[in-house]
């Protein structure tokens, strides 16, 4: 093996508890649960999915080069002419061994992020400003759930410096297990908003369910928590009661450790005045909207209790630029001219809704103000008075021109006045050719809604159809 080994063949056996079929590999490079994406000399697990049984593909990840794959006993006979085989009763919870041992030989500085809306972004923008510090593992695109963890757990090398984890949830009790692996140094929540009712009483139960985070913070770890929602005092307390011994906030509120003092717009990104623990900064945030400023804190705050300067961990947040389907701000080259496309589809709920609709207000100098919109899903019996709430949101934004799909969406779009009416069809396929048909130069189009409203495919199209403009996004 040519590259660095992550896991010796003798260090597997005993992270898995496993028994060993064929010859016992020098080591493996990497982990990895799916074949599409396997590289040579990386451990293969068998995971049991929803829709596949990753037993399947072990002859698939064998012929690509795996080291060894990692199979349940009652698949090991059926699968041990293939290759080498670590043997364990259940592949899930062997992943969940690995990444225990792998955190358990760790030396690095923790954090874990979860919250209803912003956890991604800020995980990457944390990845990014302590990359600047030292090694830095992160969780890959948002492996947040209770295969993601482990996954990330198991590939994080024991030479990094720091481990930023996201973790997510759809019931209560989902974040436990998951924080007990990762004990994180700090843990961050972004914010709570309505997302998942249908599995909740109330917006209390999800920040219940969110502080849980807090249970897996190691002795004298750090809590950083938005001041600004309702259910600070709440999960504050939570926070309290757990290893936790400081409490940090951030947002708007005076109060906050970190406090938002002024931002101003600069082509596309931001400038940002801010107090945080009572020294006055400022710095440049690559990226827009009010809600990234407010997560700029939270970040700062994070990267500080990790041990970086705080200077220097401002600096780094010039280069921060928001993932794809999350706030991805592109210019495009329709046959009338250049006009701008926030890429916004990743995912959608009732505030991530009203910080994409405050975004789009902002952006100074739009011929018109485009909106086109999918399901927010998981919202239980309120999904349709949620979805007609959008409309003020619509209308403080300045919004000029409303597609939508989707049947929750139709809710929103029978309320809306005539003269935003551009067209809705029940699903985001019916309203592609229109919105492409629409978009005129200076326009600028925001897409989003829920991943099971498949808004991802229009942006995908709009940008095979038009190209990206060599000018300046």
């Given amino acids: 093996m040519t590259e660095q080994i992550l896991w010796s063949g003798f260090g597997l056996v005993t992270a898995l508890q496993a028994r060993v079929h064929g010859a016992l590999p ?52 059926a699968l041990k002419a293939l290759g080498p085989l670590f043997v364990v009763r259940d592949t899930l919870r062997a992943l969940e061994s690995l990444g225990v041992a792998s955190r358990a030989r760790s030396k690095a500085g923790v954090i874990a992020v979860t919250g209803s809306v912003g956890k991604t972004s800020t995980k990457e923008a944390l990845k990014l400003v302590l990359s600047t510090a030292g090694e830095t593992h992160a969780s890959v695109a948002s492996y947040n759930n209770h295969w993601g963890v482990p996954l990330t757990l198991a590939r994080m090398s024991q030479s990094a410096k720091f481990g930023v984890f996201e973790i997510g949830m759809n019931h209560a009790g989902e974040i436990t297990p998951l924080v007990a692996m990762v004990k994180p140094h700090a843990a961050i929540v972004t914010t709570v908003a309505p997302v998942h009712l249908e599995n909740f009483a109330s917006v209390d139960g999800i920040a219940d369910a969110k502080a849980e985070i807090f249970s897996g913070l190691t002795p004298n770890g750090v809590a950083i928590i938005h001041r600004d929602i309702a259910q600070f005092d709440r999960m504050r307390d939570i926070a309290r009661a757990s290893a936790s011994a400081q409490v940090l906030s951030f947002g708007e509120d005076e109060k906050a450790d970190a406090r938002l003092e002024k931002t101003e717009l600069v082509a596309g990104a931001q400038v940002i005045t801010a107090n945080v623990l009572g020294t006055h900064i400022r710095y440049r945030l690559g990226a827009p909207g009010r809600h990234m400023a407010v997560n700029s804190l939270a970040v700062l705050l994070g990267a500080r209790a990790l041990g970086m300067d705080l200077p220097d961990a401002a600096r780094a947040l010039a280069k921060f630029e928001p993932p794809s389907g999350r706030g991805q701000r592109l210019k495009l080259l329709a046959p009338s001219g250049v006009f701008t496309l926030l890429d916004e589809s990743y995912n959608a709920n009732p505030a991530s809704m009203k910080a994409a609709f405050s975004l789009l207000g902002e952006e100074p100098g739009a011929r018109r103000r485009i909106a086109v919109l999918g399901d927010m899903l998981e919202l239980g019996p309120e999904s349709a008075a949620l979805h007609r709430g959008l409309r003020e949101s619509i209308e403080a934004a300045g919004v000029d021109l409303v597609f939508a799909s989707g049947p929750m969406m139709k809710h929103l779009f029978d309320d809306l006045p005539a003269s935003l009416k551009g067209g809705w069809a029940e699903a985001s396929s019916g309203i592609a050719d229109r919105v492409a048909g629409a978009i005129e130069a200076g326009d600028i189009v925001m897409i989003k809604g829920s991943n099971g409203s498949r808004m991802g495919p229009i942006v995908t199209m709009l940008k095979e159809r038009f190209g990206l403009s060599t000018e300046a996004a």
Avoid: M, Q
Avoid at 48 to 70: M, P, Q, R, W
């Fill in 26 to 77: 020098a080591g493996a490079t990497g982990v990895s649960i799916d074949t599409r994406t396997l590289k040579p000399g990386e451990l293969y697990f068998a995971i049991i999915g929803e829709t596949n049984d990753g037993h399947d593909f072990v002859a698939a990840a064998l012929e690509k080069g795996a080291s060894a794959a990692v199979v349940d006993e009652a698949h090991a006979d």
